[in-house]
């Protein structure tokens, strides 16, 4: 069951990061990718940038389930 938690939360990042990475190549100037980068970081909850964090959090319980922390 950890191992799936790890793969459903590594598929949920790399989702998140296909979406995300388009945006970075549109912005031009550092300030712009910059305010992109933290137009992602920030905002969690407007498209699909909740998965990121999705991703992270099954992550995290995925790895305190598997060394057996839970």
């Known amino acids: ?5 790890i793969i459903a ?12 990475i388009p945006e970075i190549k ?3 100037t550092t300030k712009e990718k910059w305010m ?3 137009g992602f970081v920030l905002d969690p909850f407007t498209g699909l940038t909740g998965l990121f964090y999705l991703g992270l959090i099954l992550i995290l319980f995925g790895l305190l389930r ?3 922390l839970i």
């Open 9 to 20: 939360g590594i598929i949920c990042i790399i989702i998140s990061l296909f979406i995300f």
């Open 36 to 38: 992109a980068f933290s």
């Open 66 to 68: 598997a060394f057996d």
């Open 26 to 28: 549109k912005a031009k």
């Open 1 to 5: 069951m950890d191992t799936l938690l």
